[in-house]
């Protein structure tokens, strides 16, 4: 594996950066499908695409920053641009596009609920996608290991450089998988489940499951409160929420009734 695709000159091609456009493509069409068939309005799908990937680069540069170090930031504010050098946060992106979407939500007349249900299977295979750009590249990866499908990674990735000739975890391929477990059942659901806000909330509670599992597996994570990672501590609070939120809307729904 090299995190390099093609290189003519100056000219390089990275597998990480073809990964996460297939990803935005794909998760696109999942969410025009979604769209149609629930009435959303497709055209508002293709006008949201646009400001969420700007939003979810700077909600996922900031984040990492923030837990990172702001060391380098303050020296040089110009390296929050920096993203090909490494550095976007997943529960940034997603933090910073679910931003846009109540603010898009809002803006367009849109039931937020309604419109965050049918971006859930996009946005969980987009990511699925995105973790195979990480494998290629080398980075978020895990610890040594001797386990048989422990992997070793290029010496010029992140990976390589950190854990250089020894064989390990391949985590990025974990959270791959249980992405599109994740991608499978709500897809499933999806016609099921008939209350608005109750599949997207099913995504962040899912995930943030999978993403505490994995966490332990990981080598490159994000520390916060001593042993806790961030990614850990955000799937914490991203439970809680989730259930908090589904029990309000059927405690709602049973008064309304």
């Not at 594996?1 to 297939?22: C, S, T």
């Not at 629930?38 to 990937?53: C, M, P, Q, S, T």
């Not at 390589?160 to 994740?182: A, K, R």
Request: charged content about 15%; overall charge positive; aromatic content about 14%.
């Amino acid at each position: 594996m090299h995190p390099v695709l093609i290189q003519i000159g100056p000219l390089v091609v990275r597998w990480y950066g073809v990964m996460i456009a297939l990803a935005c493509f794909a998760g696109m069409w999942i969410a025009l499908k979604e769209a149609e068939r629930k009435g959303v309005g497709k055209e508002k799908i293709e006008g949201f695409f646009f400001y969420a990937l700007i939003g979810a680069i700077i909600g996922a540069r900031l984040y990492y920053l923030a837990f990172s170090g702001m060391e380098e930031f303050w020296n040089n504010p110009l390296t929050i641009f920096a993203v090909w050098g490494g550095g976007l946060a997943i529960h940034g992106g997603i933090l910073g596009g679910l931003l846009v979407a109540l603010l898009y939500a809002r803006k367009r007349e849109i039931p937020f609920w309604k419109f965050a249900d049918t971006m859930a299977p996009s946005l969980i295979l987009g990511q699925a996608i995105g973790r195979i750009g990480c494998f290629l590249n080398g980075d978020a990866h895990g610890y040594p290991t001797t386990l048989p499908w422990g992997l070793v990674y290029s010496p010029e990735s992140p990976a390589g450089q950190m854990f250089p000739g020894q064989s390990l975890h391949p985590t990025q391929l974990y959270e791959m998988i249980f992405n599109l477990l994740i991608f499978g059942l709500l897809w499933k659901l999806r016609k099921v489940i008939k209350t608005d806000g109750y599949l997207f909330l099913l995504y962040i509670i899912m995930y943030s499951v999978i993403r505490i599992f994995v966490e332990h597996f990981r080598a490159d994570k994000l520390i916060f409160l001593g042993k806790l990672s961030a990614a850990q501590s955000i799937g914490i609070i991203g439970i809680i929420i989730g259930f908090s939120l589904i029990f309000t809307m059927q405690k709602n729904r049973r008064k309304a009734s």
